[in-house]
């Protein structure tokens, strides 16, 4: 990747499980995730969930 991102991990029920705010590339080799089974990742821009308020035990509504 280019540029930072927030990494949002979210189960089959559409529950964040673990939220990765501001992950840079310089950050490889590490690796982020969660202890859980999820079933979708979202990859959004670096502060998106801050701005959003987004935290663990939110509800991912996703539509078309």
């Known amino acids: 990747m280019n540029f930072p991102i ?7 029920n559409m529950q964040v499980v673990h939220v990765e705010k501001n992950a840079a590339p310089e950050s490889y080799p590490e690796t982020f995730g969660p202890d859980a089974y999820i079933k979708y990742v979202l990859e959004v821009p670096a502060g998106y969930s801050d701005k959003n ?12």
Not at 6 to 12: G, L, R
Not at 53 to 64: E, T
């Open 53 to 64: 308020n987004l935290k663990v035990g939110d509800r991912i509504l996703l539509s078309d």
């Open 6 to 12: 927030d990494i949002i991990w979210i189960t089959e």
